[in-house]
């Protein structure tokens, strides 16, 4: 697969592509997609648990018996930390130990088997302020690929950095099937998820990538984010409180799927299965129409 940065369009050629008006945008050769299993592309805002959400999903999917691949898109690699229980060295550390020789990498140099045999693999990102980590997320797949890691493959799940949506970091939606969205009832973490809506229907212009829903967490209520689907079209797919469960499991290094019984651990496994067989047997896609920044700030808060 070859990754290719665009150089900025002008902007009757952004209007041709729709890509988007005066934006640089990472495209991949349609050969690199992957195309034998279900991928699913998770973002929101920063700290708002995505990692957690994707790891313990991974965990679900493995629970019905699906062969799930979990890629951390994050320079911080720690994606998949309460899977491996360590912080797993990235594709670009490995690519690094061969000067870059990637005919020289092993599988067993990226790929790490983590809890209920989750398959995980941590991009990393360039240096700080050096590069772009479309290209990182295109080396990965390219990598995975050389490998035959995707042949046997039921699930992929991307865990995105945060909810910046330039072409770089919106590189995993190139190979997405559905973009979830991890979000708490507030409105910083909605403001986001109307920028992170903007992308994925951008994206969806010239890909197969399809908006999935929203997936609440660290919420006791979602009235907000009720407000917020009214008004867009927006979906909700799952709800999780803001459970101590959750906390303690991360410091665990560990999935809610290895914590001790108790209700409210029964509670978010439950709520994890459910989301995945519903992420397994097809959900229909969203046609959400992201808001003006004034708007949503006059449509959220209490009257």
């Not at 729709?18 to 700290?47: C, L, M, W």
């Amino acid at each position: 697969m070859t990754v290719i940065v665009r150089p900025p369009p002008g902007l009757a050629s952004a209007r041709r592509h729709g890509d988007g008006e005066g934006s640089v945008q990472v495209h991949t050769d349609p050969d690199g997609r992957i195309d034998n299993a279900r991928v699913f592309a998770v973002y929101g805002k920063g700290g708002i648990g995505k990692s957690t959400t994707s790891s313990n999903l991974s965990v679900a999917f493995t629970r019905l018996g699906r062969r799930v691949l979990q890629i951390g898109c994050d320079p911080k690699h720690d994606s998949t930390f309460t899977l491996t229980k360590r912080l797993a060295p990235t594709v670009i550390d490995a690519l690094e130990a061969v000067d870059f020789h990637a005919e020289e990498l092993r599988t067993e140099d990226f790929v790490f088997e983590g809890y209920g045999g989750v398959l995980c693999v941590e991009a990393g990102g360039p240096p700080a302020g050096t590069g772009c980590g479309g290209y990182v997320v295109g080396q990965t797949v390219k990598l995975l690929k050389e490998h035959h890691l995707l042949e046997e493959t039921d699930i992929v799940i991307f865990d995105v950095l945060g909810d910046v949506v330039c072409g770089g970091f919106a590189a995993p939606l190139l190979h997405a099937d559905r973009g979830l969205i991890v979000a708490a009832n507030d409105f910083d973490s909605i403001f986001a998820m109307n920028r992170i809506v903007t992308a994925i229907k951008a994206k969806a212009k010239n890909y197969p990538v399809r908006l999935g829903g929203v997936i609440v967490n660290r919420s006791a209520g979602t009235d907000q984010i009720d407000r917020f689907n009214r008004a867009t079209g927006m979906r909700t797919l799952a709800h999780f409180p803001d459970l101590d469960a959750i906390r303690r499991s991360r410091l665990k290094k560990a999935t809610l799927f290895e914590m001790e019984d108790s209700p409210e651990v029964r509670l978010a496994q439950d709520e994890y299965l459910r989301l995945a067989e519903s992420l397994w047997n097809g959900t229909k896609a969203v046609e959400a129409t992201p808001l003006k920044d004034r708007d949503i700030f006059d449509l959220l808060g209490f009257d």
